[in-house]
């Protein structure tokens, strides 16, 4: 997962956010469009700048105060301590919420309605780690230090508690896991009845 320093780092990482609306959005229709209209964007770069903020312990203050201001325009918290990685994009975004301690990687996708928190009060690492190429879909809560594994799906509304491992998809309130390869489960899943959640992210 990459870790982002600098702000030279932080103004090419938001060119790639701005390209990572426009493949992982059939509505986008331009880039000087997406970046005037799409709270996703604006939520992300602010994070950006609050996140440099925040790592210098003397502009904790400002940093909390631009996050702050984001959600009051955006409507999607993102604590300026939480690590995000490359190319990250949030769709139509309202109601998400990042946590202080959470670590997302690079290509990940978020929907409206996530929440990405902790479930202790100690001032420890309490809030979920994203793999690359995740995505999750709208309303699910990711609660805890759990670890969603690179190339996972976490479908609409689902509750996660427990570590998700790399290329599965979780679903359901508590969410159950399987393998995205489906021969592995061929005799698990009935093909009939069977939908799978990645249509509803």
């Known amino acids: 997962m990459s870790v982002l320093r600098g702000s030279k780092t932080v103004l090419s990482t938001m060119k790639e956010d701005l390209k990572a609306a426009r493949s992982h959005d059939p509505a986008a229709r331009g880039d000087l469009e997406n970046a005037i209209v799409y709270s996703g964007l604006h939520a992300i770069w602010s994070h950006r700048i609050a996140h440099v903020l925040w790592n210098r312990p003397a502009l904790r203050g400002p940093a909390r105060i631009l996050s702050q201001f984001t959600r009051f325009l955006t409507g999607i918290e993102i604590h300026p301590g939480a690590t995000i990685g490359r190319r990250f994009f949030i769709d139509h975004g309202m109601g998400v919420v990042i946590g202080e301690t959470t670590e997302i990687g690079d290509d990940v996708m978020l929907y409206h309605g996530v929440t990405l928190g902790g479930r202790s009060m100690e001032a420890v690492k309490r809030h979920p780690t994203l793999g690359d190429r ?3 879909g709208a309303g699910a809560k990711i609660l805890g230090p759990v ?5 996972s799906a976490v479908g609409a509304n689902a509750v996660v508690t ?11 309130i508590p969410a159950t896991v399987r393998s995205r390869s489906r021969s592995q489960h061929e005799d698990l899943v009935d093909p009939t009845s069977y939908i799978d959640p990645a249509m509803y992210i």
């Open 134 to 136: 995740v995505t999750v």
């Open 147 to 151: 670890v969603v594994g690179a190339d």
């Open 162 to 172: 427990r570590d998700v491992p790399e290329d599965s998809i979780a679903v359901g």
